[in-house]
């Protein structure tokens, strides 16, 4: 064997060069609730095609319900219909087909909406989530066309790396990421698939995140305590899509800082 430089296919890849790649794709057709995981989704120029795109409303005070304010929406599951609609199961495997089931089941009046130009969802938060009872509610407007709660979010990404020993389903991330860290990916624009994302934005997270939901998902307050302490509140990121197209699990995420790779 002779002496000579390794060469450059037997040299291992620098840490930047390893490829962040899909390893899930998840859906939130009603907000708050569970979604669907896709093998392939379809993003349009509001994020994945169906995605946070009807919500409960509470009559009342046509306020957006959220898991924050009413975590029993967590122990639902929603998924689209092929006619364009979608269905709410609750974890018993009743099916909740209009208003009148919704509310039956809340306990009060409430509105499946669907989003539409013009229509904004308004959102709460308890400012003290270790006392949401005696603390003060805070609430603000979201996006035109979706139930997003952030204006600068269509589509959320969250490395699996990040995630300790959390189910990651509480985090309702649209992308799961294989590995690495994606606030790497902070002020870039990226490619997954066909599709083109801006990522904006840190997302900031709340007493969601540590509320049960079906599959095994206890309460667990130091879910958030632990983001707080060591994130600064912050877990995931938020894009903007810049061009529409389908993304699939196993796609490397590819941009201007990244490798090209198939």
């Known amino acids: 064997m002779t002496d000579g430089p390794m060469p450059e296919y037997a040299r291992p890849m620098p840490e930047y060069a390893r490829p962040m790649r899909v390893a899930q794709l998840w859906r939130y057709p009603v907000k708050s609730t569970g979604g669907e995981q896709l093998d392939v989704a379809e993003v349009d120029d509001r994020g994945i095609v169906g995605d946070r795109q009807w919500a409960i409303v509470d009559r009342s005070t046509a306020k957006t319900l959220t898991a924050r304010r009413e975590p029993r929406l967590l122990s639902a599951h929603s998924r689209l219909l092929s006619g364009g609609g979608c269905e709410i199961a609750l974890a018993d495997g009743e099916v909740l087909r209009d208003d009148d089931d919704l509310c039956r089941w809340l306990g009060y009046a409430v509105s499946l909406t669907r989003a539409r130009p013009g229509l904004q969802g308004t959102y709460e938060i308890a400012a003290d989530f270790e006392d949401e009872t005696g603390s003060e509610w805070v609430s ?32 309702r991330a649209n992308v799961l990421l ?4 994606e606030r790497d990916l902070i002020d870039t624009t990226i490619g997954i698939g066909s599709m083109a994302a801006t990522v904006v934005k840190l997302i900031d997270r709340c007493v969601m995140t540590t509320r049960p939901q079906p599959g095994g998902i206890d309460r667990d307050l130091d879910v958030l305590r632990t983001i707080n302490r060591e ?32």
């Open 140 to 171: 603000w407007d979201g996006p035109n066309g979706s139930f997003h709660d952030s204006t600068r979010t269509q589509i959320s990404l969250l490395s699996l790396g990040r995630t300790r020993d959390w189910d990651p389903r509480r985090f």
């Open 231 to 262: 994130h600064d509140g912050f877990l995931g990121v938020g894009a903007l899509i810049t061009r529409p197209g389908v993304v699939a699990v196993g796609d490397a995420i590819v941009g201007p800082d990244r490798p090209s790779v198939g």
């Open 178 to 181: 294989d590995a690495g860290d």
